[in-house]
């Protein structure tokens, strides 16, 4: 075992997007990282909750970005869900499909049958992200949920990352049923439910996994549900700000800007980080405050403050005292000075 974060695991989870790409460009060292960890014979596991590709079709999507991947090593959200109705529902049975094409074909090959009205009796709703979703299917979604149809959803997620910043997920069209129908589904698949996780370990054999993640909603407090380690990478949509306030089931076990941190000592990388100094940051707590002073790497500053903020103190109790922490501060949104 090597002394670096990754070497300390047998099986690295990477969701996809947010973490080792936004939308079809790869994020800048997720190559270099999968490649690294393929050389040092790390176990891989893609888990996404984005239900609109198949994991063949996954797999292709990375390979032609470079990000080397085989459809066994791809796990969905699609696939699991599809995978739950069929233990559930009896061969044949109409399920109304909501979302990509994707999860219509997931649902086919489970031997269920797909369907798109209320006039086909379903016996169980299925909603998952699609970019074509509309009024349309979302109204029929709703008329056969409330003539008896089980709901299940794909996930949860809000929002998808994306270049241009956070766009609709397949939570915000599932909040369109959720508000039509006041009530919550009835199965989620997806994260922040271990089962992707727990499926993607027991695939791989492994005894001690890493899942690397940007979202504390789902990614995270799906691991730690699991009981595994996770790491938060902040290339994605959680950010600093999130991750201070974060509530003990999304706390992840290690935090990074990006990546490469898989290839950092693990030490380093912890949340919080013990003590007041780390990286030429350094915190000094008195009661329900904390002052940051110093300069350096943006995340030793944001670990050390985990400490303090994950043990009562709150935003509005962080002060800065260097130039340096001011402007970290501000860029974090933790504070705005005029």
Same mark, same amino acid.
């Given at each position: 075992?090597?002394?670096?974060?990754?070497?300390?695991?047998? %099986?690295?989870?990477?969701?996809?997007?947010?973490?080792?790409?936004?939308?079809?460009?790869?994020?800048?060292?997720?190559?270099?990282?999968?490649?690294?960890?393929?050389?040092?014979?790390?176990?891989?596991?893609?888990?996404?909750?984005?239900?609109?590709?198949?994991?063949?079709?996954?797999?292709?999507?990375?390979?032609?970005?470079?990000?080397?991947?085989?459809?066994?090593?791809?796990?969905?959200?699609?696939?699991?869900?599809?995978?739950?109705?069929?233990?559930?529902?009896?061969?044949?049975?109409?399920?109304?499909?909501?979302?990509?094409?994707?999860?219509?074909?997931?649902?086919?090959?489970?031997?269920?049958?797909?369907?798109?009205?209320?006039?086909?009796?379903?016996?169980?709703?299925?909603?998952?992200?699609?970019?074509?979703?509309?009024?349309?299917?979302?109204?029929?979604?709703?008329?056969?949920?409330?003539?008896?149809?089980?709901?299940?959803?794909?996930?949860?997620?809000?929002?998808?990352?994306?270049?241009?910043?956070?766009?609709?997920?397949?939570?915000?069209?599932?909040?369109?049923?959720?508000?039509?129908?006041?009530?919550?589904?009835?199965?989620?698949?997806?994260?922040?439910?271990?089962?992707?996780?727990?499926?993607?370990?027991? %695939?791989?054999?492994?005894?001690?996994? %890493?899942?690397?993640?940007?979202?504390?909603?789902?990614?995270?407090?799906?691991?730690?549900?699991?009981?595994?380690?996770?790491? %938060?990478?902040?290339?994605?949509?959680?950010?600093?700000?999130?991750?201070?306030?974060?509530?003990?089931?999304?706390?992840?076990?290690?935090?990074?800007?990006?990546?490469?941190?898989?290839?950092?000592?693990?030490?380093?990388?912890?949340?919080?980080?013990?003590?007041?100094?780390?990286?030429?940051?350094?915190?000094?707590?008195?009661?329900?405050?904390?002052?940051?002073?110093?300069?350096?790497?943006?995340?030793?500053?944001?670990?050390?403050?985990?400490?303090?903020?994950?043990?009562?103190?709150?935003?509005?109790?962080?002060?800065?005292?260097?130039?340096?922490?001011?402007?970290?501060?501000?860029?974090?949104?933790?504070?705005?000075?005029?």
């Amino acid at each position: 075992m090597s002394d670096h974060l990754a070497g300390s695991h047998d %099986l690295v989870i990477f969701d996809l997007d947010g973490v080792v790409f936004l939308i079809d460009e790869p994020i800048p060292g997720a190559v270099e990282a999968v490649e690294r960890l393929r050389a040092d014979g790390t176990a891989i596991v893609y888990a996404t909750n984005n239900a609109s590709r198949r994991a063949a079709d996954v797999a292709a999507l990375l390979t032609g970005m470079g990000v080397s991947a085989a459809p066994a090593e791809v796990l969905t959200s699609a696939g699991a869900c599809a995978a739950l109705l069929a233990e559930r529902l009896p061969g044949g049975a109409k399920v109304l499909v909501v979302g990509a094409e994707a999860l219509r074909a997931e649902v086919r090959d489970a031997g269920l049958t797909p369907v798109d009205r209320v006039e086909d009796e379903p016996v169980a709703v299925v909603q998952g992200f699609g970019p074509e979703v509309g009024w349309k299917v979302l109204a029929e979604a709703v008329l056969a949920v409330r003539a008896g149809a089980v709901w299940y959803a794909t996930n949860t997620d809000r929002t998808l990352p994306s270049p241009r910043g956070p766009l609709p997920g397949n939570g915000s069209l599932v909040a369109v049923l959720r508000t039509a129908l006041d009530r919550e589904p009835d199965v989620v698949a997806g994260k922040p439910q271990p089962g992707l996780f727990r499926t993607a370990a027991t %695939l791989s054999g492994s005894v001690r996994p %890493l899942a690397v993640g940007d979202r504390l909603d789902t990614d995270i407090q799906g691991a730690v549900t699991a009981g595994f380690d996770s790491l %938060l990478v902040l290339t994605g949509v959680s950010g600093p700000a999130d991750l201070l306030v974060a509530g003990e089931n999304q706390r992840p076990t290690y935090v990074a800007a990006d990546l490469s941190g898989l290839f950092r000592p693990a030490d380093g990388a912890r949340v919080p980080a013990p003590g007041s100094e780390a990286g030429g940051w350094r915190v000094v707590r008195e009661g329900s405050r904390v002052s940051l002073d110093g300069s350096g790497d943006p995340v030793d500053a944001l670990r050390l403050l985990c400490g303090a903020t994950w043990t009562g103190v709150p935003l509005s109790g962080v002060t800065p005292v260097s130039g340096e922490a001011r402007e970290l501060l501000n860029a974090w949104g933790v504070r705005k000075d005029d």
